[in-house]
């Protein structure tokens, strides 16, 4: 019990304080801010005539009564102090993405199609969404409802993360084939005419002594050929 009076009476000084500072002009529209002095006023005075005879429902109600009155200012304080980490952020994660990304086409220059159509979409889509809300937001005071939240921010960058994912992800496109790049043996597997590969590839010579090994097998294989189906007639 003595811990709960403890408590409500360091809340009605901490919010006597914030309603003397220069944050209650900032957060709070006058008529909130006349509301809240009134509550606050109401719940002190009890205090003083009966908060050390109240039980601890009692306390406990004029406690949540008296935070519930100046939740709406706290959630402002705080709404505007994450959009500003949030602003930070966002210049800061989208210098970053663009510095990476062309870093890496520079080197990796079979993504510049995707970079150039996709990719760079996407960034110009979310700075003009940023230049839009943010001229919005600053047309606005504190103690107004934002237009502009960290959690906006937040999902905005992670539209950029995944693109630039995608983009890392474009893999290296394969050289289209060329005669350097075929195989003698697939060659030699498909039929192909030798005499056609002799004059159209250029061979080393040990293929080319190799397709002569196989011409050489081949022209004996026919010729035993022939000679077993004369014996059979």
Avoid: C
Avoid at 7 to 19: F, N
């Amino acid at each position: 019990m003595h811990e709960r009076r403890n408590s409500l009476e360091t809340l009605i000084y901490a919010k006597k304080e914030w309603i003397e500072s220069k944050n209650s002009k900032v957060y709070g529209k006058d008529d909130e801010i006349d509301s809240a002095v009134e509550k606050l006023k109401e719940i002190d005075v009890w205090y003083e005539d009966e908060g050390f005879q109240a039980n601890f429902t009692d306390l406990d109600r004029k406690i949540s009564d008296l935070r519930d009155k100046f939740k709406v200012f706290e959630t402002r304080e705080k709404v505007h102090k994450q959009r500003e980490l949030g602003i930070d952020k966002f210049h800061s994660e989208m210098n970053k993405t663009m510095d990476e990304s062309t870093r890496m086409v520079k080197n990796k220059p079979w993504m510049e199609t995707h970079f150039n159509t996709t990719f760079m979409k996407e960034i110009q889509a979310v700075m003009d969404w940023y230049k839009e809300i943010k001229e919005k937001q600053d047309a606005l005071s504190l103690n107004d409802p934002a237009v502009l939240t960290s959690d906006l921010i937040d999902s905005k960058l992670g539209i950029i993360k995944r693109e630039f994912y995608v983009l890392s992800r474009i893999p290296k496109p394969k050289p289209p084939p060329t005669q350097e790049n075929i195989k003698l043996d697939d060659i030699l597997k498909n039929g192909t005419n030798i005499e056609d590969l002799i004059k159209k590839a250029n061979f080393s010579l040990s293929d080319l002594e190799e397709l002569a090994k196989y011409a050489n097998e081949t022209k004996t294989n026919s010729t035993e050929g022939t000679e077993e189906v004369k014996s059979d007639l």
